[in-house]
């Protein structure tokens, strides 16, 4: 089983994780458009907080368009079938189901990998 | 345009209005981006001669074509103007994440004109763009008003602000970003309090385009695998820039009581180590940086968030003030900071004053009874608060130590450590004449980051000046272009990452197939247009200022290079070896050749009306 581990405490707030995400999924340098956001907490207390979906599946027992399918482990959208409700993203655990106005359906991670193959600090890591 | 936002925007803030134009293709491509832009626009918009606190002064903000992308450190975006503290060619960058938002929301420039007499900051909302009312903002610090506009605005805005210090006109003001990045040199952030904007939100949602976005992400994996495999990278990424302090107090270039020495006895209380064990909470990176040097610290004495102090500032408010603890130097940085001013033109204010004090030419009734001794951390803060709001002595160091010297008069001079009337950064010259020629030279006045030669300065022989000249040109011109791409210098300069490696990436980003020499040549193009502005806005300009304070002539008291001093004759060596592989004259004026060469034909023309040239 892959996923990702995150440590919270080695994030520097780069955004390389967020512009690889969107370059790979959408082929835009956008980070707008990530399924992955880091939280900023500053000035106080001074802390970055990595938001990504952790795939406990709750989106897919709250989705009332059946949209959303678990696929070895990975709960994917499906666009066609997504209304765009937003009742996903606002029961999501993890806050990591994502918002932009040119995609049709909440952007949400399907366990790629890229991010954590450019997180220089090793804040997010890729466990098989 | 691949690569670019695409537009730029003007605001006029005594029109109060804002103006979205595309980005013309043929500037874009003979000028890069960045310092590019602006050396090009500040020459063709502002008047010959015109107040750079007036109205007719122009502030331009820009991006590179690699500011926002997939490249590791693509976090620089540069503000330029007429200097308010040397009067002449000024620009200043910083890092944080402002480049790509402006990036994001389809901007490439942003072009400040006019001034307003109300107070106000922009927002910039992909397309919408607003000047609102900044009254409940006034006076209030640069790091109050960053979290104030993002409580207010959303935490998705990134935030350019003033502080008092820019409010109140201090010659050396900057712009504060990011809680913590700061455009520092050169004045930026009185320019903007002259034109009445406390601060520019921005928030964009678009993309940029990019010319070959594969190849861009296969250069930039590679790069990254470089990063992060060198040897350094580690000890970098700890330590940030304070890694050299130490270094440099063992090479005797800390600088130390106002320029006087190079070593300072109690340099251990501004060691990283203990910094990085007591005070750093964070690291915190710029966008897109690998190396993260931002070392994120919190004082428990003070209660002080700050991201720093970083190495230019333990020199200039540490040793350079004998200041000899770095959580005082931490809170001499956050007053910097929040009151919104440079900590290396504060720190060579305060120190010059310190020296004034200490020879008998400054008196205490002149200091408002202060008793600003060196190593007085007390007096520091007071006169801190007294600069930015330009309160009694306040009144003349905020106009920084040039003018201070020409007020005192005598031999005052002397000892105020600056070059075209911008203060030193942290390092003593004596036994490092790359890094003085660099000073003198560099056309903001002395910066560090134009040419940083003082690594090289220590294998070439510390008395000699053979081959400095030769050095200094090429840094300045490789170095120019990080600011022209729009990214941070650190990655090639802290873990090796090959130049070539930077033109790959910037050719994928825009299709433009530059070549390595096509690049410098417009760097080298963009140098001499920064030089005809200064001819341009002074009467006289010519190698009296490239020269650099007496104080170098004199021998180092103590430390490695004890003994050691710089001699005018081998000073004007290096500077006649400089001019002449510049192509300019012995006045350090380029020649006619040269402008010709380099395309800047027209400029010449215009030089030659206002009788500016040979």
Redesign the interface.
Known sequence: MKTIVLHNNLC?????CE??C??TH????????AAIHI??Q???????AIRVCNQCGHCREVCPSEAIANKDGVYIIDPEKCTLCQICVGECPQKAMFI???VLCPIKCDLCGECA??C??GAVEWRE | MFGYGGNCLRVNLTKKTTEKTPLERDFAAQWIGGRGFIAKLLYDEIPAGANPLGPENKMVIATGPLS???W?SAAKIIFGTKSPLTGGYGDSNLGG?LM?ELK?AGYDIIVLEGASTERLYLVIDDDRVELRDATSYWGKGA?ETE?LLKLDLG?DYEIATIGPAGENLVRYANINH??GRQAGRCGMGAVMGSKGLKAIAIR???????YD?DGL?KI??NA?KH??THPYFERF?KYGTTDITDWCQQKGVFPTKNFAAGDFAKQVGLAPEPMRKNMV????????????C?N?T?SKKYGT?LDGPEYETIGMLGSNCLVDSIEEVQYLNYLCDDLGMDTIAAGGTLSFAMECVERGLLKEEQLDGINLRFGNVEAMKEILGKIARREGIGRLMAEGSRAMAREIGGQSGRYAMQVKGLEFSAYECRGAPAMLLSFMTSDIGAHHARSWAIVQDMDMGRDSVTGRAELVKELQTLRSLMELFGVCRFPWLEVKLDFDTYVEAFNAATGYGYSREELFRISEKVWNLTRAFWLREKDGFGRNDDMPPERVYEPMPSGPTQGMKLTEEKVGLMLDEYYGLRGWDNNGIPTEKKFRELGLGAVYDNLKRLGKTV
């Open positions: 520097t707030g780069c955004s390389l512009v690889i969107a370059l959408f082929r835009e340098n956008n980070p707008k458009k939280k900023r500053f000035p106080e207390p001074g802390t970055f932009h106005k040119e193959t450019v220089a600090p | 926002g992308t997939f590791p994440r790509a994001y790091l979290r935490e990011d809680f964009g949602t678009g993309g940029i385009p990019l976005p992400i930039t994996k990254l990063i992060t990424r909470i964070a690291d915190k990176a710029c966008f897109g940086c690998p190396l993260n931002g994120y919190f968030y």
